[in-house]
């Protein structure tokens, strides 16, 4: 029986998807769990797995067609049925339902209106490409919520979109790239032997201009000194000449960010609590678990430590770690912990499922892997989807303090800064010791401020002995 593909409600907020590649053609042998087609959602790119093994008979949407979660993507012959006559069988049918065209701004306007600006060292990451293949990296401590307009809006999924002429050239790690360029850049950038994938374009949707490669060779990339220790990777906006202006479209992940997040602020009732925690003893925890651990090759952070003390301090406060559903509440006996994240053009927030199961060596491990497959874009559907709460960590930054706003239906989110040197009271004396603090950002319709107050003083204590976590 022919095995018809959807387009999947990969994240919690997805409502549309965007057919960015295809990695199977019609005809190719799929296997079950193999990866067949990248598809661009609100806030990433993932890829998108065949859930049966057969061969791929039909391809209902071609790449860049953007259609509404639930439509015909493609069908798959399972069976004994012959591929040609799945193919006809369903390629009589109506076309897949497409999203919604957009009203935008006319690119020409747009391109009138924005001033090419200068990108440090002229390698700004790349942009969201929503007809080729697309960019978001990320860093392990941030912000975090939510998400990014394509510019061709689609009136039928059978039809291809009209895209910016595009060049696959080879990256620095030997990857191909893809690099949207117009023809007349590309002839430039020949040339002149400038390698595109390195230029961040000012032009719609990220396309590279002319002036672009010009500036480029121009200012050509320096090679960063190198520095002692890993420093924060900082977020560099595009720098803007004196006395220019620079108009930025929003991205579909910057639009969803700021619908999400205006949202939550408008209908949940945030209130916030603040404690400062005394890691003296954490810190020094980590230096001698790390000497035992250098063997296996293995390197904690304190961020492993502040997840495991969450997990624990969730599941003595259940009321903290659930969702709140207009009616009622649901509360959680497991912990799924977003790790809300920063990428380029916004934020990410991968889920960490089964924390609480996990130990130290485990969520260094798995947490890891979570944000290098984020950065690359390589998360699958379950890892987007089903946080029971949310971590923001700032500390990297050197950030003292700072609130987050809850990612609904979760019912608080927990914002980590940054741990440092303060003169604090310990008996009649002013010591010096390591502290940090963490504001809990909570739901007040589910969560009341003597449980918030409570769940940062479990939370104080597992960080402050942090052998009581291992029990």
């Keep these: ?3 018809e593909i959807t387009m999947p409600q990969q994240t919690d907020t997805m409502t549309e998807g965007t057919v960015v590649k295809w990695l199977k053609k019609e005809g ?43 439509a015909l993507l493609a069908v ?3 069976g004994h049925e012959k591929p040609d006559e799945v193919r006809k069988q369903f390629a009589n049918r109506p076309p897949a339902a497409a999203a919604p065209k957009e009203v935008k701004q006319p690119v020409a306007a747009a391109a009138a209106s924005a001033t090419t600006a200068s990108y ?4 700004a990451p790349a942009p969201p490409a929503a007809h080729g293949g697309t960019v978001h990296t990320h860093e392990g401590a941030s912000t975090g919520e939510l998400h990014e307009p394509d510019e ?42 400038i390698d595109l994938s390195q230029i961040r374009g000012s032009g719609p949707r990220g396309r590279i201009t002319r002036q672009d490669v010009l500036n480029f060779e121009a200012n050509p990339p320096i090679e960063p000194k190198p520095v002692k220790g890993p420093p924060p990777e900082a977020i560099m906006a595009p720098r803007v000449p004196r006395g220019e202006k620079l108009v930025v479209p929003l991205t579909k992940m ?42 296996e090759n293995i390197k904690l952070s304190i961020s492993d430590f502040i997840t495991k003390a969450i997990a624990s301090t969730l599941l003595r406060h259940p009321q903290v770690n659930a969702h709140f559903t207009g009616d009622s509440i649901t509360r959680f006996g497991d912990v799924n ?25 485990e969520i260094r491990s798995r947490s890891e892997d979570l944000i290098a497959r984020a950065r690359n874009q390589k998360l699958k559907q379950d890892e987007m989807r089903g946080a029971t709460f949310t971590v923001s960590n700032l500390g990297t930054f050197g950030v003292r303090e700072f609130s987050a706003i809850i990612n609904p239906p979760e019912v608080g989110i927990l914002a980590v800064a940054a ?38 003083r479990t939370l104080r204590q597992l960080l402050e002995e942090p052998a009581m976590m291992m029990v």
Excluded: C, W
């Excluded at 859930?51 to 391809?59: C, E, Q, R, V």
């Excluded at 040197?421 to 009341?448: E, F």
């Design 120 to 123: 440090p060292n002229n390698r």
């Design 28 to 70: 190719d042998r799929v296997k079950s769990g193999e990866p067949i087609a990248e598809v661009e959602t609100d806030k990433a790119t993932m890829e998108m797995e065949a859930l049966d093994g057969g061969t791929l008979a039909y391809i209902a949407v071609p790449e860049g067609a953007k259609v509404l979660v639930g």
């Design 337 to 361: 912990l977003g790790i809300a994240v920063a990428v380029p053009d916004g934020l990410i927030v991968p889920v960490l499922r089964g924390v609480d199961q996990m130990g130290l060596k």
């Design 1 to 3: 029986m022919p095995s």
């Design 419 to 456: 741990a440092e040197k303060r003169a604090v009271v310990r008996g009649d004396q002013i010591v010096s010791r390591m502290m940090m603090s963490v504001t809990l950002s909570a739901d007040h319709r589910a969560v009341d401020g003597a449980v918030a107050a409570d769940f940062l």
């Design 254 to 295: 910057r639009a969803a960010i700021a619908g999400g997040l205006q949202k939550s602020k408008q209908n949940v009732p945030h209130f916030y609590e603040t404690i400062d925690i005394d890691v003296e003893q954490l810190f020094a925890m980590r230096v001698r678990v790390n000497k035992q651990l250098e063997s």
């Design 152 to 193: 061709a809006g689609h009136g039928s999924t059978r039809s291809k979109p009209v895209a910016f002429p595009a060049v696959r050239s080879r990256g620095g790690n030997g990857h191909d790239e893809r690099a949207f360029a117009s023809p007349l850049a590309r002839r430039v950038a020949s040339e002149k032997g």
């Design 76 to 78: 798959l012959a399972t």
